[in-house]
């Protein structure tokens, strides 16, 4: 009792389920004295970064490695050993068999005398699957005989896509639940492509904004694309590093321009060379004041999008909506009005109201989408409307919750972005 | 610097290969099943009905014909590279080594 006890793991017992962390960031250690002498320790520290990152990617935890605290307040350590090692109760019996072992809420202990590799490798054992693997025992996990999950005891050798299926996604948000969180904005790119026999055709991949990293979701996979979230800077280049406020695509017969908006300025963005614009056409840099290329819209702005068919950007700004007609460079007389007004909730009290995040119009459901925290409102678009005459033009569906329509777009630390 | 601990850095060398001690017979193969769950403790000596149940328990998870039997195939399927946590619960949190009295 004079010494005081190593802090324990901080537990919750969620939704009558197993027992689980209930701290948002894990840490995580490789001990010094538990390197492999197989592989380079910074690969080794690498591979294991990125195994949990991969468990990031699907769940609201984040993982940190620490390498400054007091082992005792590291939540996860992780170590090489062979035979009786790193004073476990548990022997590795050598090579063969037996691989490695992991304690719920506690650490992961690989049997250094496997051949474990890199995961570039295809001979001997992926020691980023294995790590994988034990993650999820660390994290709650217990055996699975399903085909295709991670979570098989037997190792299977390395497939050519190694992912966290469908499944094991579930399985541990069933003990964390689903990824939530706001975004900065949510759009739709268009872009043309030829088929193989030359025609242009259309297509659009869906993105998700926040702060300074950003998401690309596949609507036919219900997921986010392997390996993200990445950095804004990364994937777009010449717009703001972080925190944008709006996108805009203005697309008619004549036209087809896309717009970054963030703090009173805007930029235009040249889809084919992947940059932001510098000049335009008169020889005026960018980025531009938005009163200047959008008289009578105010900024900052909270979002904005784009309606093809009015040919109308509606702009948004606390409780106000600006609409604003493309073709005359003006708002509209009429405007602004409450956003209440020009989109009622079908519900009572059921509406934004105010400050929404983002408005975002989805090829993939043909439906502009009211986004605010965790939750969105769907504007009833013609089929709705086809199909129940008595709703109101622009109404909007009582809220539901984004992490339910849009899956696993989740954080990573910001440590491992990079990867 | 690769971490070594002896003056004559000899714990460098690569250990010779210790091996997994091949599942091969009944008593292996009972010790394997109930580390893994699919068994209660060995027995003093294999007890044919408890070990074939769990045999063929053990078989249906993998895929295998369920004869109960230790047969080559459910050798093999034994003999696999698997991770070291039991199928049918999770290993918990051990106490912290104990210290020697000062």
Redo the contacts between chains.
């Keep these: 009792s004079l010494r005081p006890r190593?802090p324990q793991p901080e537990v919750a017992t969620p939704r009558g389920g197993?027992r689980a962390f209930a701290k948002r960031t894990l840490t995580w250690r490789l001990l010094?004295?538990g390197?492999s002498?197989q592989l380079a320790v910074d690969e080794q520290r690498h591979i294991l970064r990125l195994a949990f990152r991969m468990w990031s990617e699907v769940m609201p935890l984040d993982f940190r490695e620490d390498l400054a605290s007091p082992g005792a307040a590291v939540d996860i350590k992780l170590g090489f050993g062979?035979?009786r090692h790193l004073?476990?109760?548990?022997v590795?019996?050598?090579?063969?068999?037996?691989?490695?072992?992991?304690?719920?809420?506690?650490?992961i202990h690989f049997?250094d005398?496997?051949h474990f590799t890199p995961p570039s490798s295809d001979v001997g054992?992926s020691l980023l699957k294995?790590a994988v693997?034990?993650i999820g025992?660390v994290l709650?996990l217990?055996?699975t005989?399903r085909p295709g999950s991670i979570m098989q005891?037997?190792?299977i050798p390395q497939e050519p896509v190694f992912e966290l299926d469908w499944s094991d996604r579930k399985a541990v948000q069933k003990l964390y639940g689903s990824c939530e969180g706001s975004f900065d904005t949510a759009f739709d790119w268009i872009r043309r492509e030829r088929n193989p026999q030359g025609a242009v055709t259309l297509r659009f991949s869906t993105y998700f904004f926040r702060n300074s990293w950003y998401w690309l979701y596949e609507n036919r996979n219900n997921r986010t694309r392997y390996g993200d979230p990445l950095q804004i800077l990364r994937g777009w280049h010449g717009i703001p590093a972080q925190n944008i406020d709006a996108y805009v695509h203005l697309w008619t017969w004549g036209r087809d321009e896309r717009y970054f908006f963030k703090g009173n300025q805007y930029w235009r963005y040249n889809s084919d060379k992947d940059q932001t614009y510098t000049k335009d056409e008169q020889g005026r840099s960018y980025p531009k004041l938005i009163s200047e290329g959008f008289p009578g819209i105010p900024s900052p702005l909270d979002t904005a999008f784009y309606d093809r068919r009015k040919q109308l950007i509606y702009f948004f700004k606390e409780s106000l909506v600006f609409a604003f007609d493309v073709n005359r460079d003006r708002v509209l007389d009429s405007y602004p009005k409450k956003i209440t007004e020009v989109f009622p909730g079908i519900q009572p009290r059921n509406h934004p109201f105010r400050n929404i995040d983002s408005a975002y119009y989805s090829y993939a459901h043909n439906s502009v989408f009211f986004f605010k925290g965790n939750a969105y409102w769907k504007v009833v678009n013609d089929k709705d409307k086809q199909k129940h005459s008595w709703l109101p033009s622009n109404g909007l569906f009582p809220k539901q919750s984004i992490s339910e329509r849009w899956f696993d777009i989740c954080d990573v630390h910001t440590s491992t972005l990079n990867m | 610097e690769p971490l070594f601990h002896s003056r004559d850095r000899s714990d460098l060398e690569p250990a010779p290969l210790r091996r997994a001690q091949p599942i091969a017979d009944p008593l292996t193969a009972q010790r394997f099943l109930s580390k893994y769950g699919w068994a209660d403790a060995p027995p003093a000596g294999p007890r044919a009905t408890g070990l074939a149940e769990a045999v063929r328990r053990f078989q249906k998870v993998n895929a295998l014909p369920a004869s109960g039997r230790l047969d080559a195939v459910t050798l093999a399927a034994m003999n696999r590279p698997r991770c070291g946590v039991p199928d049918t619960r999770l290993l918990s949190r051990p106490p912290p080594p104990t210290r020697s009295k000062r």
């Design positions: 190593p197993p010094g004295e390197a002498g062979r035979g004073g476990c109760p548990r590795f019996d050598g090579s063969g068999q037996e691989f490695a072992h992991a304690w719920r809420l506690g650490d049997d005398d496997e054992i294995v693997h034990e025992h709650g217990p055996h005989y005891p037997n190792y």
